[in-house]
Structures are given as C-alpha cells and as structure tokens.
C-alpha cells in the first residue's frame, strides 16, 4: 500500500552518463513535485506537476527534465550526469487544492562518480 | 534573505529528557508550518502540521509545536524522548509564491537519543 514510491533506490554512475528516476502514487493527487537534498541536507524544490502540466520549474540546469506520462507518475531524467548532480531526490505529492500539505517518497541516493 | 532556519544541526539527549528544536522563519503574511521527520533510512513523514486556529498543535508520536507569530518560530517539543526518537527533523514552511504552493525547508537539526 505503499503511497509514494521511487525506483531506484540507489543509482551509482559515471560522469556524462544519462539516468532516470521514476516516481508513482497511488494517492490519486493532482500535484507532484521533485526536490533535491544535497549533502548538507539541505531539502529544495525543482519541478512541480499539476495533471501533467509544469507548475514550478526552479533554477535548475536544462540538463534536468521532468515528465509526466500520467498525474500519477512523474520521472526525472537527468543528462550528461555531473558530479555535483550527487544528491538525494525526493519525490512528492499533493491532494487538490491543498499543495501545503505534501507526501513525500523514500527517496533516490544518487551518486556521480 | 527569506527563509527557514534551524539552528540546531545536532541534538544529543538521553531517554526520558525533554526535547526542544527551533525553527524560525522569515516570511511575512501568512504561513503554513510544518515539521518533518526522517527516521535512518526512511522517507520523511509528516508530524505535524499548522494552518490557523490554536498555536500548540500536536502531532504524532507525542510531539508538539507552538507557533508564536510575533517571534516567527514553530518550535517542536515532545516531554520524554525515546530511544525511537532518533532521527531527522525538518522544519517546514508553505507558501502562496508566484501561482503556487512552495515549500520551504529547513537545513534539519539530527536528533540522537542514547537509551
């Protein structure tokens, strides 16, 4: 039953290399975001989708691109991976109308190497 | 600069002691507050959230915050830890910023409770 799920869990890859991350809910929310947590732990916003339509798009390299197949799912593929690109990823998402209140997934460690 | 700030990065306690971790923010208007934690290894979970109505809401788990506008703090409180406690925790605050929603997040305060 789980709501919010991330795949993968873990990904390791080199440098210049092109990966995704796939994230589903089974809340039935409107809304799904991407957020980025570095080493610091520090948690900031990338993307959001409201029924597939790109609501919040932060600065974020254009090597980072969101889809939406469907509002329940949101994958990130990233390009030409660097480095700095080595970070946790959350997903999340939000009922209608009440975007405050978000669900977030277990998250993706990715490592650059 | 607006933002969230938790000026505890770690907290050490001992079972059964009480619990206290800031969080201020520096937004104007109206705020959502939340707190967040993230248990080893786990996804964040929600614990506790304010809208409007009573300052001290409570959460899960015997948790606590009490918002007070006028210093712009969401502090959490639980009397007695325990051991189970230890974890991360992310203080949160929403706002209505061009067209949307945003959440804000804290840098997170690591909480270890020795048994």
């Known amino acids: 039953d789980t709501a919010v799920s991330q795949t993968p869990k873990y990904l390791v890859t080199q440098m210049g290399n092109d990966k995704s991350i796939k994230c589903e809910q089974n809340l039935g929310h409107d809304t799904m975001y991407w957020y980025k947590q570095d080493s610091k732990k520090f948690l900031k916003i990338m993307f959001s989708y409201n029924n597939k339509e790109l609501i919040i798009n932060e600065t974020v390299p254009n090597r980072f691109s969101p889809k939406s197949p469907d509002k329940a799912h949101l994958n990130l593929h990233i390009n030409s991976l660097e480095l700095g690109d080595s970070a946790v990823y959350f997903c999340?998402?939000?009922?209608?109308?009440?975007?405050?209140?978000?669900?977030f997934g277990p998250g993706t460690r990715l490592t650059v190497t | 600069a607006q933002s969230v700030s938790q000026h505890n990065h770690h907290v050490i306690l001992s079972e059964a002691a009480s619990l206290e971790l800031g969080c201020n923010y520096s937004y104007g208007g109206t705020v959502n507050l939340f707190w967040y934690v993230q248990y080893p290894g786990q996804h964040l979970q929600l614990l506790l959230k304010?809208?409007?109505?009573?300052?001290l809401v409570k959460g899960i788990k015997g948790f606590e915050a009490e918002f007070i506008k006028s210093k712009f703090s969401f502090n959490l409180r639980k009397p007695s830890v325990q051991w189970s406690d230890t974890a991360e925790y992310f203080c949160?605050?929403?706002?209505?910023?061009?067209?949307?929603?945003?959440?804000?997040f804290g840098s997170g305060t690591r909480l270890l409770v020795r048994p």
């Open positions: 999340a998402s939000s009922p209608r109308d009440r975007d405050y209140e978000q669900y």
């Open positions: 949160a605050v929403s706002r209505w910023m061009d067209s949307s929603y945003k959440l804000i």
């Open positions: 304010y809208f409007s109505g009573d300052p």
